[in-house]
């Protein structure tokens, strides 16, 4: 053998005795099931498949309960934002289509659709909303649908399980709605590094503050639920509310499947931070 292929040998073995020699113990899990929510591009990127919600899932990865839908965007706007959020009829295309469009799929477990809108309503994520407040478009309501991704992580407690970020997709509604770019321009992105030039003394740290369920967290003026309504109706009683009637829910956060949400949460940050500076 060359000397690269000696080498390459010793360093496979001295990871293997690594291994060998771990006192920690790897979790069991089911490969088929975490390989079944996954797929690869050509140019071998993970893609994450949308899976059925439970809410033993979806609670791992939203913000405590006392921090959903605790910022309220109104204090943070100004300008052209501030009119956006106080008339979103405005946001809608002129004109509108003949019939609504169709909406993405309710992609919950049996049995879990009740608990989960009932914990989403608790914390203050969605609003009731009676038939008669629902945007119609040629006779139909305009609803969504709604799915999950896998975050990566094990439910604690469950390592069966994968915690799964909700997923609110508004296919729907963003067919109907005007883009606005917000703050996407001043997203920054990789490249920017290498702008940085270090001297052969100088050294560069960094490190991020990631804000678990930031979507949940921007609250939206209660006007804005009908336009991000769920294809599902409830009778009031089933989720704990008064009255027979039925009942749709409609996101009061800023959605993650909205066309717009991450032009605006970007404004939304630097907004935030401004604040918080003086």
């Known amino acids: 053998p060359s000397l690269a292929q000696r080498r390459a040998f010793f360093q496979i073995c001295e990871y293997a005795f690594y291994m060998c020699n771990l006192n920690a113990s790897i979790p069991r899990r089911d490969w088929y099931e975490f390989l079944a929510c996954r797929s690869v591009s050509y140019t071998g990127e993970d893609h994450l498949k949308a899976q ?32 956006y959020f106080l008339h979103p009829d405005e946001s809608l295309v002129n004109p509108l289509p003949n019939e609504a469009p169709k909406p993405g799929a309710m992609m919950i477990e049996p049995g879990e659709a009740i608990p989960i809108m009932k914990n989403l309503l608790s914390r203050g994520l969605v609003r009731a909303l009676p038939e008669s407040e629902l945007v119609y478009i040629g006779g ?13 992580k094990p439910v604690p407690g469950n390592e069966q399980l994968e915690v799964l970020r909700l997923i609110m997709n508004l296919t729907a509604s963003n067919a109907v709605m005007e883009d606005l770019r917000g703050d996407i321009h001043a997203l920054p992105y990789f490249g920017q590094w290498k702008a940085i030039i270090l001297g052969l003394d100088e050294s560069l740290l960094w490190s991020y503050e990631d804000m678990i369920g930031c979507f949940h967290l921007f609250r939206l003026p209660d006007s804005w639920a009908r336009f991000f309504t769920f294809n599902l ?11 027979g009637h039925n009942v749709y829910l409609g996101s009061r956060v800023m959605p993650m499947g909205w066309c717009n949400s991450m032009g605006i949460v970007q404004y939304l940050h630097r907004r935030l931070l401004t604040k918080i500076g003086r």
């Open 52 to 83: 059925k919600l439970t809410w033993a899932q979806v609670e791992p990865g939203l913000p405590p309960k006392g921090h959903c839908a605790s910022i309220n965007v109104l204090e943070l706007c100004d300008g052209p934002l501030m009119d």
């Open 140 to 152: 139909r309501p305009l609803t969504n649908g709604m799915f999950g991704v896998s975050k990566g």
């Open 233 to 243: 109706s409830f009778k009031a009683s089933d989720l704990g509310l008064e009255g």
